[in-house]
T-cell receptor, first 116, second 110 residues
Framework: NAGVTQTPKFQVLKTGQSMTLQCAQD?????MYWYRQDPGMGLRLIYY???????DKGEVPNGYNVSRLNKREFSLRLESAAPSQTSVYFC???????????????FGPGTRLTVL | AQSVSQHNHHVILSEAASLELGCNYSYGGTVNLFWYVQYPGQHLQLLLK??????LVKGIKGFEAEFIKSKFSFNLRKPSVQWSDTAEYFC????????FGAGTTVTVRA
């Protein structure tokens, strides 16, 4: 099992450019999540998908969109990148549904994004 | 509102020293509690979790945590740290949502 995989690992964008971060899990989990990690702020939830076909906003959704392509894949899109979106992005999955993520969440390796 | 507070931003220890990281949360209802660890350059991994039962929880790599409901705390402990414990540690609380603390960077000097 690969667990949770993310691509790319690193990305540099210019302000205004768009890009999609990809995430896939092979654990047959129902729920998937996107977080951003910033120094001194821990992890903040951007969007989550409780189950295939549903998505909901988390704590910091502005400037992002998501797609739950199927049960395995959950992508995060930045339509017009801004320097404030410079961060490390983590995808996670869990068996439980909703924003509560009551069960253990399994994390991917992260994508380090820099917006110039 | 629900929030998680980790007391220490950066802790520096020598090998064999004891470690205790504080975590307090604010939420009046039932909670599930987690400690995650992020080793340099790696993704977050679960150290231990508490859902119910014995409030003293043992995790991987010799870590343990104690849930004290009256103090809204879930402190992480390890009696004797190793250099390989250098990492960032996150407390997470699930009340009506999953919230992470800001993290504590632990540096263990050989």
């Amino acid at each position: 099992n690969a667990g949770v995989t993310q691509t790319p690992k690193f990305q540099v964008l210019k302000t205004g450019q768009s890009m999609t971060l990809q995430c896939a899990q092979d654990m047959n989990h129902n729920s998937m999540y996107w977080y951003r990690q910033d120094p001194g702020m821990g992890l903040r939830l951007i969007y989550y998908s409780a189950s295939e076909g549903t998505t909901d906003k988390g704590e910091v959704p502005n400037g992002y969109n998501v797609s739950r392509l199927n049960k395995r894949e959950f992508s995060l899109r930045l339509e017009s990148a801004a320097p404030s979106q410079t961060s490390v992005y983590f995808c996670a999955s869990s068996e439980a549904g909703g924003a509560t993520g009551a069960n253990e969440q399994f994390f991917g390796p992260g994508t380090r994004l820099t917006v110039l | 509102a629900q929030s998680v507070s980790q007391h220490n931003h950066h802790v520096i220890l020598s090998e064999a020293a004891s470690l205790e990281l504080g975590c307090n949360y604010s939420y009046g209802g039932t909670v599930n509690l987690f400690w995650y660890v992020q080793y340099p350059g790696q993704h977050l991994q679960l150290l231990l979790k508490y859902f119910s039962g014995d409030p003293l929880v043992k995790g991987i790599k010799g870590f343990e945590a104690e849930f004290i409901k009256s103090k809204f705390s879930f402190n992480l402990r390890k009696p004797s740290v190793q250099w390989s414990d250098t990492a960032e540690y996150f407390c997470a609380v699930n009340g009506y949502k999953l919230s992470f603390g800001a993290g504590t960077t632990v540096t263990v000097r050989a």
